[in-house]
């Protein structure tokens, strides 16, 4: 009986690898627009880098990112997901973002994005903040269990 177990070697890895360069074209206002079939799992990790790198960036500018979350969080996915550039930097990407939201491409656009690809984004999210959440949870019980030295001058007795 032959082994019918196939062996597994780069060649194979990039041949799979070529699902995530498939697009399909979607008709949004009269234009066309390139959508990924698949969303890359490295893009999604990095869509959810740059949303809590711009978080940081709002907490020393006038603007709250968690007031636009949802709306932000699909401009990302238009950007990781489909041919429209989207800008790299903040200011400029709020920018865009009103210029879509205004002009009615921005829900048109979400709504042709594939349901099942969206759903991983938001199950990454999910689990990136469970992981935060449990990294807190952690270090609090690590301080809980310090042993302070002088408690009543810093008036914890």
Known sequence: ?????????????????????????????????????????????????????????????????????????????????TSLDIPDKLDDQLKTLDFLVDNDFLVPIYESLPIAEVNKVYAEMEAATDRINDNINELKQSVNGLTLENREMLGLD
């Open 1 to 81: 009986m032959a082994n019918s177990k196939k062996k597994l070697s780069m060649a194979a890895i990039k041949k799979q690898d070529k699902q995530f360069d498939e697009r399909y074209e979607v008709e949004i206002n009269g234009y066309v627009l390139e959508i990924d079939q698949t969303f890359r799992p490295t893009k999604i990790q990095g869509l959810i880098s740059e949303l809590a790198q711009k978080f940081e960036e709002t907490k020393v500018q006038d603007t709250n990112i968690l007031d636009i979350f949802t709306p932000y969080m699909i401009l990302l996915m238009i950007k990781n997901f």
